[in-house]
């Protein structure tokens, strides 16, 4: 029995809109997930030392660690479990959930009273930021159109870096012994982010459901209808004529998603872009998860900041991060994804290594030393960036935000969870020497990443999703 198929214009008709008002709605409801990233990890790190000499809670530096690690492996299962129901369900219906697991546990982060309370709120925000990373990412992808994907990708994940600004400014007042008592500034810190957050719940209001998850899904006519909705509001924003376009996707029954076709998918279908979102995944996520996390413990130990000063330091390096892929972006659209990956790691890694020898003969400054940070990281921040960008176009539509969600998991764990820990206790040895030893790790995994960048790596500019990679359900 022949399989029915459906011929659909929907990718055709999302990827030929002019860049409007519609897309920088996208931008700002979805992408300031990243702000909200951005902020917590910053402001962790920023109130590190506050929280050493908290009169409640006096966490030692490798407890300070261990909470970054408790907020990664809740962004980890967050990511599995949201992700799991995102492409199941639908992006939109998971937007609120994950926004409100953030919302309400950050807020509780703030009225913490000792470590262990403490940790696990920590843990419940990055399961509620990581539940974002797969819905977002996913829906992001599926709304932008194909020439400009990855510019708008990056510029989004660099945005990270405006929360981690915002968390800078605002915890140097708030942590000046003068202006706040020691056991309240790093409170108001962490409440910050769900005031952030209640002005994203009323922009979400605005989007709609994926057009090409309704389409993927059996829900043609949905998916039909929200298309024209997105065409009305371009046109209503000065665009009078749209660019001519053909059906082009032939689409079966619907995929039924199980493990098993996930494993599938992964290791049969794609086992050169499973090892290669493994390896860009994993080594960015080691560089900024072990060295941001300890970023104030570094200034404020061997450089003598004063806790209250930390944030002066990390804005420039928010910056010079947010900066890099906003630059860089566009030359991932034009001269193309192999190249730019490859040369954005590369110069991430030989860069990290200058910067640990002269930090291990002692010649740097806290001002130098996060001058040279800034460098490295303007590369790495792009590099990182388009390390998201490849594991949420190079798969299918079915488990594109699973896909991102299992990337990220185990990415993380390999990279991530291990670092903050490990930095924490070389820091409490308190010898340079030891330190070291981290950077120049996240260094070669950064240069190695390059290389398999250059082996594996997809040729994914300008293609429609469903050029990179075709949906399961799709009949040629």
């Given at each position: 029995?022949?399989?029915?198929?459906?011929l659909?214009?929907?990718?055709?008709?999302?990827?030929?809109l002019p860049?409007?008002?519609?897309?920088?709605?996208v931008?700002?409801?979805?992408?300031?997930?990243?702000?909200?990233?951005?902020?917590e990890?910053?402001?962790?790190?920023?109130?590190a030392?506050?929280?050493?000499?908290?009169?409640?809670?006096?966490?030692?530096?490798?407890?300070?660690?261990?909470t970054g690690?408790?907020?990664?492996?809740?962004?980890?299962?967050?990511?599995?479990?949201?992700?799991h129901?995102?492409?199941?369900?639908?992006r939109?219906?998971?937007?609120?959930?994950?926004?409100?697991?953030?919302l309400?546990?950050t807020?509780?982060t703030a009225l913490?009273?000792?470590?262990?309370?403490f940790?696990?709120?920590?843990?419940?925000?990055?399961?509620?930021?990581?539940?974002?990373?797969?819905?977002?990412n996913s829906?992001?992808?599926?709304?932008?159109?194909a020439?400009?994907?990855?510019?708008?990708?990056?510029?989004?994940?660099?945005s990270f870096w405006v929360g981690?600004?915002a968390?800078?400014?605002?915890?140097v007042?708030?942590?000046?012994?003068?202006?706040?008592?020691p056991?309240?500034?790093?409170?108001?810190?962490?409440g910050s982010g769900?005031i952030?957050?209640?002005?994203?719940?009323y922009?979400?209001?605005?989007?709609?459901?994926?057009?090409?998850?309704?389409?993927?899904h059996?829900r043609?006519?949905?998916a039909?209808?929200?298309v024209?909705?997105i065409?009305?509001r371009?046109?209503a924003?000065?665009?009078?004529?749209?660019?001519?376009?053909?059906?082009?996707?032939?689409?079966g029954?619907?995929?039924?998603?199980?493990?098993?076709?996930v494993?599938?998918?992964?290791?049969?279908?794609?086992p050169?872009?499973t090892?290669?979102?493994?390896?860009?995944?994993?080594?960015?996520?080691?560089?900024?998860?072990?060295?941001?996390?300890?970023?104030?413990l570094?200034l404020?130990?061997?450089?003598?900041?004063?806790?209250d000063?930390?944030?002066?330091y990390?804005l420039?390096?928010?910056?010079?991060?947010?900066?890099?892929?906003?630059?860089?972006?566009p030359?991932?659209?034009?001269?193309?994804?192999?190249?730019?990956?490859?040369?954005?790691?590369?110069?991430s890694?030989?860069?990290?290594?200058?910067t640990?020898?002269?930090?291990?003969?002692g010649l740097?400054?806290?001002?130098?030393?996060?001058?040279?940070?800034?460098?490295?990281?303007?590369?790495?921040?792009?590099?990182?960036?388009?390390?998201?960008?490849?594991?949420?176009?190079?798969?299918p539509?079915?488990?594109?935000?699973?896909?991102?969600?299992?990337?990220?998991?185990?990415?993380t764990?390999?990279?991530?969870?291990?670092g903050?820990w490990?930095?924490?206790?070389?820091?409490?040895?308190?010898g340079?020497?030891?330190?070291?030893?981290?950077?120049?790790?996240?260094?070669?995994?950064?240069v190695?990443?390059?290389?398999?960048?250059?082996?594996?790596?997809?040729?994914?500019?300008?293609?429609?999703?469903?050029?990179?990679?075709?949906?399961?359900?799709?009949v040629?």
């Open positions: 029995m022949a399989t029915p198929r459906t659909t214009d929907v990718p055709a008709r999302l990827d030929r860049w409007s008002g519609f897309h920088r709605l931008v700002a409801a979805l992408g300031i997930t990243w702000i909200l990233d951005g902020l990890v910053t402001l962790a790190g920023s109130v030392a506050a929280l050493q000499t908290s009169p409640r809670l006096h966490l030692t530096a490798e407890q300070v660690g261990l690690s408790a907020y990664l492996v809740g962004a980890v299962l967050g990511s599995l479990f949201f992700g129901l995102t492409d199941r369900l639908g939109k219906k998971l937007f609120n959930v994950t926004l409100g697991v953030y309400t546990a807020a509780a913490s009273w000792n470590f262990e309370s940790l696990f709120f920590r843990f419940m925000t990055g399961a509620g930021i990581g539940g974002e990373y797969s819905a977002i829906a992001i992808q599926e709304l932008i159109p020439r400009l994907r990855g510019r708008t990708d990056l510029a989004i994940n660099g981690a600004a968390g800078a400014l605002v915890s007042p708030l942590l000046d012994p003068n202006l706040v008592g056991d309240v500034g790093w409170r108001l810190a962490f769900a952030l957050g209640l002005f994203i719940l922009l979400r209001r605005f989007l709609p459901e994926s057009p090409r998850w309704l389409m993927i059996g043609e006519g949905e039909r209808t929200v024209e909705e065409e009305s371009v046109i924003g000065g665009h009078r004529e749209l660019p001519s376009y053909e059906p082009t996707l032939s689409l029954n619907p995929h039924r998603l199980t493990l098993s076709s494993a599938r998918t992964l290791l049969r279908h794609y050169g872009r090892t290669l979102g493994l390896v860009l995944m994993a080594s960015q996520a080691f560089i900024y998860n072990a060295i941001f996390f300890t970023y104030a570094v404020t130990q061997f450089y003598g900041v004063a806790a000063r930390v944030g002066l990390i420039p390096f928010a910056v010079g991060n947010f900066l890099g892929p906003l630059l860089l972006g030359l991932f659209d034009t001269f193309g994804r192999k190249p730019m990956i490859a040369i954005t790691y590369m110069l890694g030989v860069l990290l290594a200058v640990a020898q002269l930090f291990q003969m740097l400054s806290a001002t130098t030393q996060t001058a040279l940070w800034t460098a490295v990281f303007f590369f790495a921040s792009a590099a990182a960036s388009a390390a998201y960008l490849t594991v949420g176009e190079c798969f539509l079915e488990v594109r935000a699973l896909t991102i969600a299992l990337f990220y998991a185990f990415g764990l390999l990279g991530g969870v291990g903050p490990l930095f924490g206790v070389l820091i409490e040895h308190g340079r020497g030891e330190i070291v030893y981290g950077y120049f790790l996240g260094a070669a995994l950064m190695v990443a390059a290389l398999v960048e250059l082996r594996l790596g997809v040729k994914a500019e300008r293609k429609s999703l469903e050029d990179v990679a075709p949906p399961l359900s799709s040629v």
